[in-house]
């Protein structure tokens, strides 16, 4: 917990420890949620979990009796639902404090860059007219700001097909 904090800026176990607020990140509704429209990119993460209804389709409890057990330095939370996000399968519960997708498995369907030199965000690339920009937030997190975009159009994105012409341009 921050609260460990030694005069030295590490905790018992000799780590460095940040006391950073979140910023605007936080939700003004809640001190203790991230804007729920925010969905964050995150290299930490295992699995994509969402709290926003909103972004996600198909929300389903799991028939198999699989559950996640999300655990951070707030606790825990267990949660049997899942939901679709285009294309990736993501754990929900509207209890959960932020949308997070997980680096990893977001990188396993999807080309992700950052290339600080150009742009200081991480993009996935979803299809040849389509990148979610991942920005780099004031709490050094990176996260996408889904209030600005047209739910249908992100939803038609992930539902991209690619077409025998385009596959065609990646050939000689």
């Excluded at 804007?35 to 389709?57: A, G």
């Excluded at 996408?144 to 690619?162: I, M």
Aim: glycine share 4%; proline share 1%.
């Amino acid at each position: 917990p921050l609260d460990d904090k030694n005069n030295d800026g590490t905790n018992a176990t000799g780590q460095e420890v940040s006391s950073r607020s979140l910023g605007y990140l936080l939700n003004q509704h809640s001190d203790s949620r991230i804007n729920p429209w925010y969905i964050l990119l995150d290299s930490e993460s295992t699995e994509n979990i969402f709290c926003n209804k909103d972004l996600v389709t198909d929300i389903r409890r799991t028939t198999n009796g699989e559950t996640l057990r999300l655990t951070s330095n707030g606790g825990h939370l267990d949660t049997n639902e899942k939901a679709s996000f285009g294309q990736l399968q993501t754990w929900f519960s509207s209890h959960c404090l932020a949308n997070i997708l997980s680096l990893a498995l977001v990188s396993d369907v999807y080309r992700v860059t950052l290339d600080t030199a150009v742009d200081n965000a991480l993009v996935i690339h979803i299809s040849s007219s389509f990148k979610m920009r991942f920005v780099r937030m004031s709490s050094d997190l990176y996260a996408f700001d889904a209030s600005k975009v047209d739910l249908k159009r992100l939803r038609q994105a992930f539902s991209f097909l690619t077409t025998v012409e385009e596959n065609k341009g990646m050939f000689k």
